[in-house]
């Protein structure tokens, strides 16, 4: 029975036998026979190969256009019947075909571009692979007809599968080669079956022929169908790009366009374009993108160009962009998708920042096209003596400046001594447990400011600065660190920046954060915390060794802010950076390290009482300016963890910036900072008027602004008055 048993589950070929025994039987699933390996043939190789590389009547254009413009063409007639399905007819006046090629030329792999593998570092050309003409004649009736320069006639040839089935045949023709596709997939009627409608694949021709046309601007291109008398698109070799498009997309965008231009010499690129300015918009974007002159698609650099322009264009409006960008060839691999419509390089991360850069360098203050529209004097109107006569040319009203700084504003008259107490009584009460504990370190501050010069200076001396040279006052700093650092606060500074910022009006506060100020025509929005804190570096910089001194008293502990800052979450502790009483202990030991250094150059000073060390001055930047003292603990902290101590030059910019970050006019999320000297015992006065008669006043005399002020929104501007008059103009 047991033999019985195996044997009949052997015949079975359902189970197989892995563990008997006369108590025990296991089964499990026969596994199936493998399948054979075998090689295919070569047409369906290559039909293959040409379904990959030839997607659609569009794709195949491409690859003729290129083969064209390889040959040194310069006109080219596209002629299409049925959407290119039942006939794509390309002629050229090229270069032509050798009739010792014809034999060969319909083959795979076979190319006049390549001869090496290096060579594709090194690449130029549009196509290199020799698969264009190979991969259609296996999915097409495909017949050439050429001629060269040197050959008394021309010749014609018909292939199927990659080999000539008739030919060459003698003929007259022109210079150059007329390539027919005839019955395209007629062998594949499932790839057939799957194209859209011929109208629809005749635009996706027409939108290569297009693209094409545009940025060979030395090219001649035409467009027709089979049977027509028009053309559908039409261009001369003596045409500009913006010619082209004027051709092919219209008047209206052609008159909104301007170029763009970059060059990077460490990035090894170079770019050149036709971009619409922030008047023009369309519902859908026209984007033309060739690398190293081939048309290719870069998701990312559409993103990033959509990106740019969100900020210029209403939302669902999208701009016309044309871009050529050149790429060292060695640096650029196009050898990574069938069609060659994608293409990777190196760098391409930092080469689009770049061209954000650029681009947004570009559209600012770019809204300045207009249209006018004449009309001729009417039949017996006449002429009078008044046309002729010479009148003084009255401003027009969109170029008048219609405010006077020195005129008084409406809100000295909306501002009532009961409300300000009553705002500081809500202030109060609505302060938390931290706030709370920094107010009663600001009350314990003094009354009395010294005001008087450290070291060698026993006057007061007014803070006056120029643009370019600074009254120095006091004892003078012979460190190339600190020249350094001056010379390159004046090499960064901008004349357009500087001019805006130097006959400003000051409009008003928005928050306190962001400021509307004035400059002629336009107005912009100014980012208070960042013009104030590149104020206060430059005052630290150009005051160093000679900066006053605002003293505490009675002077806080060190060791107590640090563990005030620990607690706050703006400081960022975590459990991996230690204890905080080590942390805290580690801050004042390293401070209490370089207090010499500190008081000696930033009038920044601290002193030993008893054990501990403690805070006793702080830096007077600014008449009537006081900085924040909520913001003192974080402020102590970030000296010790923020600051380079190694290096001479680097220590005293990240002191700067650090001391500056910390005077600066900022927001702070559920606080209120105020910047009067109130805080210490003086005058309250309200931040508002601080930031309006202190700090921006500071900015239009002292502050010398970096070009980056106009391009990072330091300074955006919002409106302008001559387009504002533009669009009530439209309307």
């Known amino acids: 029975a047991y033999n019985c048993l195996i044997h009949f589950y052997k015949r079975s070929h359902k189970f197989q036998i ?25 047409v369906v190789v290559n039909r293959i190969a040409a379904g990959e590389i030839i997607q659609r009547p569009a794709n195949a254009l491409k690859e003729l256009l290129e083969n064209s413009l390889d040959a040194g ?21 090229g270069t032509g075909i050798r009739k010792e090629d014809m034999a060969i030329v319909a083959e795979r792999f076979t190319t006049s571009k390549l001869k090496e593998f290096s060579d594709l570092s090194s690449i130029s050309t549009y196509g290199f692979r020799g698969e264009a003409l190979a991969s259609i004649s296996h999915v097409a009736h495909l017949s050439i007809l050429t001629k060269t ?5 021309g010749y014609k040839c018909e292939y199927k599968d990659s080999v000539p089935v008739s030919g060459p045949t003698p003929l007259a023709a022109n210079q150059g080669t007329t390539i027919t596709v005839e019955d395209l997939f007629y062998n594949v009627p499932t790839r057939r079956a799957a194209l859209r409608s011929a109208a629809e694949e005749h635009n996706k021709i027409a939108d290569v022929v297009t693209k094409y046309a545009i940025h060979n601007a030395g090219v001649g291109f035409a467009l027709k169908k089979v049977g027509e008398v028009g053309v559908d698109v039409k261009t001369t070799a003596t045409n500009t790009v913006v010619d082209n498009i004027r051709t092919v997309y219209g008047p209206s965008v052609a008159k909104e366009l301007i170029e763009l231009s970059l060059e990077e010499e460490k990035l090894k690129f170079q770019l050149r374009g036709i971009i619409s300015n922030v008047n023009y918009s369309v519902k859908k974007m026209v984007f033309l993108l060739f690398i190293n002159n081939r048309l290719v698609d870069s998701t990312a650099i559409k993103q990033a160009i959509e990106h740019v322009y969100a900020s210029y264009l209403p939302k669902g409006s999208f701009p016309f962009v044309y871009l050529s960008l050149n790429i060292a060839p060695q640096n650029v691999d196009v050898n990574v998708h069938p069609t060659k419509h994608e293409v990777f390089f190196l760098h391409q991360d930092t080469i689009i920042e770049r061209i954000q850069q650029g681009l947004e360098e570009k559209l600012l203050n770019s809204n300045a096209s207009r249209t006018f529209y004449t009309q001729k004097l009417l039949p017996g109107a006449g002429v009078t003596l008044e046309m002729f006569e010479n009148k003084e040319k009255a401003m027009a009203a969109k170029d008048m400046v219609r405010t006077d700084s020195n005129m008084q504003k409406m809100d000295k008259f909306l501002t009532r001594k009961e409300a300000e107490s009553v705002d500081d009584t809500e202030e109060q009460e609505g302060m938390d447990a931290d706030e709370q504990a920094t107010k009663q370190l600001s009350k314990n501050t003094t009354e009395q400011t010294d005001r008087q010069h450290s070291k060698n200076t026993t006057e007061q001396t007014d803070r006056q600065h120029t643009k370019n040279t600074t009254l120095q006052t006091g004892r003078t700093i012979h460190l190339s660190s600190v020249a350094q650092l001056r010379q390159t606060i004046l090499s960064e500074g901008s004349t357009d920046c500087s001019s805006i910022l130097s006959s400003l009006t000051f409009v008003g506060c928005v928050d306190r954060q962001l400021a509307l100020v004035q400059h002629n025509t336009r107005l912009y929005l100014a980012n208070t915390t960042r013009l104030s804190s590149l104020l206060f570096r430059q005052i630290i910089l150009q005051d160093f060794g000679n900066l006053s001194v605002l003293r505490l008293s009675p002077p806080p502990k060190v060791i107590d802010l640090a563990r005030l800052a620990l607690e706050q979450e703006e400081a960022g502790w975590s ?35 008893g054990s501990n060390l403690h805070l006793t001055g702080l830096p007077l930047l600014l008449d009537d300016f006081c900085p924040w003292f909520g913001g003192l603990p974080v402020y102590i902290v970030r000296l010790a963890t923020e600051v380079n101590w190694d290096e001479e030059k680097h220590c005293f910019d990240s002191l700067a910036k650090e001391t500056a970050a910390f005077y600066s006019v900022k927001e702070k999320e559920g606080l209120q900072p105020r910047y009067d000297e109130g805080q210490h015992g003086g005058d309250m006065v309200d931040w508002r008027y601080t930031v309006e008669h202190v700090v921006y006043p500071a900015i239009k005399k002292t502050l010398v602004p970096p070009a980056a002020c106009l391009t990072d929104r330091t300074l955006l501007q919002v409106a302008s008055l001559p387009e504002l008059y533009k669009v009530f103009e439209r309307c």
């Open 73 to 93: 063409s310069k006109q080219i007639t596209v002629t299409v019947k049925g959407g290119g399905l039942k006939m794509l007819q390309i002629q050229d006046n």
């Open 149 to 153: 320069r040197h050959s008394p006639c």
């Open 575 to 609: 459990p991996e950076d230690g204890d905080k009483e080590e942390l805290a202990r580690h801050v004042a030991d390293l401070l209490e390290g370089k207090k010499e250094m500190l008081a000696d150059y930033f009038s920044l000073e601290l002193e030993m009482i």
């Open 18 to 42: 892995t563990h008997l025994s006369l108590t025990t039987l296991t089964m499990t699933s026969v596994e199936e026979m493998p399948g054979v390996i075998r090689k295919l043939e070569e």
